[in-house]
């Protein structure tokens, strides 16, 4: 079932991604060469119980860790570790759920380590794009399969990558997910109509090569791309309304104006 949200739920909601937000940015300071992706967890989880809200993975369907933090080959679900260390060139995936007073955000963000190469910055930079280009299609009366094509069309069919179809975005509010499913990929005109008060994530994930994952991990968790290409991903949480898409999660209060 599809649950539509009021006014207030929504502002709740904003709140929510707001410490989402800030914590991605205090990430930009934190990811660099020679740490371990343990130091995000640690980063990650310190602010967001100090800004008072609550970690909601952790616990989720027995995961343990606050932030999934996924490197180069690995979509997502990637677990924090120790003993893994970031290197200058990496691309770093770091996804966390925040609830709120029991309202509820989740957003991904790419990060180069040091300096990335050129294959990897027009990935990150095509992947962004193309979550930007779904929100637009975020409107009342679309149906959500206009979202999954024009990510496919820009991402497969214009610039050669994969995108991928095992994992897909959601509905969230009040719980974690929710319908509709959100698939970054599709036909147009298919799918659940929008509706006003509608809160979901679009969050493609955009790999190098295959869009086939590979899942066979014995963590039950991981998922890595089939080919061993690099994967990237970006994630917004938005809300339908009469003024158009307006992301909650918002970094960039300047760049998303017309969002906001």
């Not at 295959?210 to 066979?216: G, L, P, R, Y």
Request: glycine share 10%; charged share 25%; proline share 4%.
């Amino acid at each position: 079932m599809i649950s539509i949200k009021s006014p207030r739920e929504i502002e709740a909601m904003r709140k929510s991604g707001a410490v989402i937000a800030g914590m991605h940015i205090g990430l930009r300071d934190i990811i660099k060469p020679g740490i371990s992706s343990w130091v995000i967890e640690d980063f990650c989880r310190d602010y967001i119980e100090s800004h008072g809200a609550v970690a909601a993975q952790i616990g989720f369907e027995g995961y343990e860790y606050a932030t999934c933090v996924s490197i180069n080959d690995e979509i997502c679900h990637g677990f924090p570790r120790k003993h893994v260390m970031l290197k200058n060139g990496d691309l770093v995936k770091v996804d966390t759920v925040v609830e709120l007073d029991g309202a509820f955000s989740d957003s991904c963000w790419s990060y180069a380590v040091g300096e990335v190469s050129d294959e990897i910055q027009k990935l990150m930079d095509v992947t962004k794009k193309s979550l930007y280009m779904g929100i637009d299609q975020a409107v009342i009366g679309n149906r959500i399969g206009d979202i999954g094509a024009v990510i496919q069309h820009y991402t497969e069919d214009e610039n050669g990558y994969g995108d991928v179809r095992e994992f897909v975005g959601h509905g969230i509010g009040p719980t974690m997910h929710e319908d509709p499913s959100v698939p970054a990929y599709g036909e147009a005109n298919r799918g659940p109509r929008l509706r006003e008060g509608m809160t979901i994530t679009i969050e493609p994930m955009i790999n190098t090569g295959t869009w086939k994952a590979d899942v066979s991990d014995p963590s039950g968790w991981l998922a890595v791309t089939e080919d061993g290409g690099w994967s990237c991903q970006y994630e917004h949480t938005l809300a339908i309304t009469k003024d158009g898409p307006k992301i909650l999660t918002s970094q960039d209060p300047e760049f998303d104006a017309k969002y906001l």
